[in-house]
């Protein structure tokens, strides 16, 4: 609910499958949170640009388990100012897109992990992830929307398999390719 776990000092949050809806500011102001892992069951919960998020202050989170494909709002917005400290996102199983926006702009933002089950990576889903490491792998993806990695500066070694059907507009714009390998 609403303001449930509000300035609570956890550092690490599980939630367990079978959640499917979380309030606004349900985990604001937990200035210790660091870990925050969300499970598939989720359908609902407040988008992350505004001060009605779910982790609305939430100031040190660093690593995020992702695994909510039924839920179309991302909780983490790079327009709350405390999005700025994540490190890294992992995606899980149940993940086969990625929406636009996703971590745009998430500029600490260096480590992705996706699962094999990804097909397709939305409009600016990561642009601006300006230390996102510099080798990406995408052997599964088959399509990769408009500006999704624009100005991501460190990536320069990148992959893609031969599931991979379409690139959008300036996908990789900004970005200081050296090696780059296109399926057949």
């Known amino acids: 609910g609403t303001e449930a776990f509000m300035g609570v000092a956890i ?10 809806s979380i309030s606004s500011n349900a985990f604001s102001s937990c200035a210790n949170l660091k870990v925050v892992s969300i499970p598939s069951s989720l359908r609902y919960a407040p988008a992350g640009s505004s001060s009605e998020s779910v982790f609305y202050e939430c100031s040190s ?30 995606f899980g199983d149940s993940i086969q897109f990625i929406p636009a926006n996703f971590c745009e702009e998430f500029t600490e933002l260096s480590t992705i992990v996706y699962p094999s089950t990804l097909r397709s990576i939305g409009e600016s889903a990561f642009s601006g992830c300006a230390k996102l490491s510099s080798s990406l ?47 057949e």
């Not at 995020?64 to 996102?89: L, Q, T």
């Open 61 to 90: 989170i660093d690593s995020i388990y992702w695994n909510a494909h039924k839920c179309p709002n991302n909780v983490f917005h790079s327009s709350d100012p405390y999005s700025s400290s994540i490190r890294s996102i992992e």
């Open 11 to 20: 550092d690490t949050l599980i939630l367990p499958e079978g959640i499917d």
């Open 137 to 183: 792998i995408l052997d599964s993806i088959a399509t990769i929307d408009a500006y999704a990695f624009a100005n991501c500066s460190q990536l320069s070694n990148i992959k893609l398999g031969n599931s991979l059907r379409s690139i959008g507009t300036e996908a990789f714009m900004g970005v200081a390719i050296d090696t780059l390998i296109l399926p």
